[in-house]
């Protein structure tokens, strides 16, 4: 999964404005402790954290 997706796809579930205000506030253990930011930035894969985002905020299944 490219960046643009994953921004996009965090975007549709968060809208705009709280997208990014999620990966940078939000922790999960999931993540080893990490935000979204700090996971990406540390060389996860923008597909595998988006797979645990969906997980943790119990996003839909036709967002996924």
């Excluded at 997706?5 to 506030?25: C, L, P």
Aim: charged letters at 25%.
């Amino acid at each position: 999964m490219r960046l643009t997706v994953f921004w996009q796809r965090m975007v549709e579930h968060f809208g705009s404005g709280y997208a990014d205000t999620f990966a940078r506030d939000h922790v999960m253990t999931e993540l080893g402790g990490l935000t979204v930011h700090e996971a990406l930035d540390s060389g996860w894969e923008a597909k595998d954290v988006w797979r645990v985002v969906c997980t943790v905020m119990n996003v839909p299944g036709e967002r996924r």
